[in-house]
């Protein structure tokens, strides 16, 4: 059994990077379950940004897996892993669905990084930092690591030999600039 998370839905849908990953265990919807958050949340975002037709067309397909609803049952476990693995509301409810029919959650939300009976797929996408609706900064993905060595870099080393400590250095290059 497959539970796929609203994050992965929305990258099937938008054809993203990682939207054929995520087509194995959609397009097999014998083995799909659909929490009804899901629904809720997939479709609010596509309604959001993309518009209200292609909303209800992914509504409809996510119809095709069985829908799990949230009962009482659900909720309470939803309660305990989400205060175990400090997981957001959604995603707490998408882990206990999971949990509860033994299935495997399908996800790039981080939230699930390391959680057991998860397949998890990084977005390596920048993440705008804003305040107060200003840009603050950008968090960009690490790379793949480099083959450059900082010992390589020129400067490594350029005080190798010097009898200087670091302060009279410092000192000796600020004189200029205090003497005027």
Do not use: C
């Given at each position: 059994?497959?539970?796929?998370?609203s994050?992965?839905?929305?990258?099937?849908?938008?054809?993203?990077?990682?939207?054929?990953?995520?087509?194995?265990?959609?397009?097999?919807?014998?083995?799909?379950?659909?929490?009804?958050?899901?629904?809720?949340?997939?479709?609010?975002?596509?309604?959001?940004?993309?518009?209200?037709?292609?909303?209800?067309?992914?509504?409809?397909?996510?119809?095709?897996?069985?829908?799990?609803?949230?009962?009482?049952?659900?909720?309470?476990?939803?309660?305990?892993?989400?205060?175990?693995?400090?997981?957001?509301?959604?995603d707490?409810?998408?882990?206990?669905?999971a949990?509860?029919?033994?299935?495997?959650?399908?996800?790039?939300?981080?939230?699930?990084?390391?959680?057991?009976?998860?397949?998890?797929?990084?977005?390596?996408?920048?993440?705008?930092v804003?305040?107060?609706?200003?840009?603050?900064?950008?968090?960009?993905?690490?790379?793949?690591?480099?083959?450059?060595?900082?010992?390589?870099?020129?400067?490594?080393?350029?005080?190798?030999?010097?009898?200087?400590?670091?302060?009279?250095?410092?000192?000796?290059?600020?004189?200029?600039?205090?003497?005027?």
């Amino acid at each position: 059994m497959n539970v796929v998370d609203s994050s992965a839905w929305i990258s099937y849908f938008t054809d993203d990077k990682n939207s054929e990953i995520f087509a194995t265990p959609i397009e097999d919807v014998e083995q799909l379950l659909v929490p009804s958050i899901s629904l809720t949340e997939v479709f609010k975002y596509m309604n959001r940004h993309v518009d209200e037709g292609v909303a209800l067309q992914a509504f409809a397909h996510m119809n095709l897996g069985r829908v799990v609803p949230l009962n009482s049952s659900l909720a309470l476990n939803a309660a305990v892993y989400g205060l175990e693995f400090k997981l957001p509301l959604a995603d707490s409810i998408i882990y206990a669905t999971a949990k509860k029919f033994g299935a495997k959650v399908w996800t790039q939300d981080s939230d699930f990084k390391d959680l057991p009976g998860v397949e998890y797929y990084p977005r390596n996408e920048s993440v705008t930092v804003l305040y107060h609706g200003k840009v603050r900064g950008v968090i960009v993905p690490a790379q793949e690591k480099s083959e450059f060595r900082v010992k390589d870099h020129p400067f490594f080393g350029m005080r190798k030999g010097s009898e200087e400590t670091v302060l009279e250095e410092l000192n000796r290059l600020r004189k200029p600039r205090h003497d005027v």
